[in-house]
Nanobody, 125 residues
Framework: QVQLVESGGGLVQAGGSLRLSCAAS????????MGWFRQAPGKEREFVSG????????VQADSVKGRFTISRDNAKNTVYLQMNSLKPEDTAVYYC??????????????????WGQGTQVTVSS
């Protein structure tokens, strides 16, 4: 089992940048593929980006391609989401998640067994 804690959220102006971090404890993070999801007010939670266990494979949602980059440092048990050129529509609670089939990156929430508590990102226009 793994515990996930997100950090790095906050308030930023449109066009700005933030870097989210997700620290894993318990079982080593290299045992998991990792994903970032987000949920805006009144909307369903959606996939943002995912990365396989050693970072060879990454997947991005179309809405963030070219702006967001996912990466991981297994030695630090941390996964990151670098968010550039932020837009007001990126405002949401961002969640980190882990799945045990670590060689497969999935866009499906139901494939992820462990979730963090989320961190708020607010982008002002």
């Amino acid at each position: 089992q793994v515990q996930l804690v997100e950090s790095g959220g906050g308030l930023v102006q449109a066009g700005g940048s933030l870097r989210l971090s997700c620290a894993a404890s318990g079982r080593t993070m290299s045992s998991y593929a990792m994903g970032w999801f987000r949920q805006a007010p009144g909307k369903e939670r959606e996939f943002v980006s995912g990365i396989s266990w050693i970072g060879v494979s990454t997947v991005q949602a179309d809405s963030v391609k070219g702006r967001f980059t996912i990466s991981r440092d297994n030695a630090k048990n941390t996964v990151y989401l670098q968010m550039n050129s932020l837009k007001p529509e990126d405002t949401a609670v961002y969640y980190c998640a882990a799945k045990q089939q670590n060689w497969i990156v999935s866009r499906r929430q139901e494939d992820y067994e462990y979730w963090g508590q989320g961190t708020q990102v607010t982008v002002s226009s």
